[in-house]
């Protein structure tokens, strides 16, 4: 009913840099906060950047002044841009939405994107 696309992970070299998006589509009223999430082997998933639909974000310590969450509400779709890249950013990369299903429906629901590979290499 509702999925959410990834697309613009790669392999880079450290100082490089990338531009993830994901996309919603399919049948739902509207579209509250989204956000980055990101799991290297071995590790905790870990939260890097959320947005509310009003445009205020909010970042982990570790990606601030590197990264910058954006959104394009008219698109439905969610942006992480991803300066100076280090090794230790090397992780799957998800995106999530949380998405209001009908007009009288009271709670959100948390869909996932299916993740993106990001390497960065030394």
């Known amino acids: 009913q509702v999925q959410l696309v990834e697309s613009g992970g790669g392999l880079v070299q450290a100082g490089g840099s990338l531009r993830l998006s994901c996309a919603a589509s399919?049948?739902?009223?509207?579209?509250?906060?989204m956000g980055w999430w990101r799991q290297a082997p071995g590790n905790q998933r870990e939260l890097v950047a959320t947005i509310t639909s009003g445009g205020r974000s909010d970042y982990a310590d570790s990606v601030k002044d590197r990264f910058t969450i954006s959104r394009d509400n008219a698109k439905n779709t969610v942006y992480l841009q991803m300066n100076s890249l280090k090794p230790e950013d090397t992780a799957v990369y998800y995106c999530?939405?949380?998405?209001?299903?009908?007009?009288?429906?009271?709670?959100?629901?948390?869909?996932w994107g299916q993740g993106t590979q990001v390497t960065v290499s030394s």
């Open positions: 399919g049948t739902f009223f509207s579209i509250d906060a």
């Open positions: 999530n939405a949380d998405i209001r299903a009908s007009r009288t429906d009271i709670f959100n629901f948390r869909y």
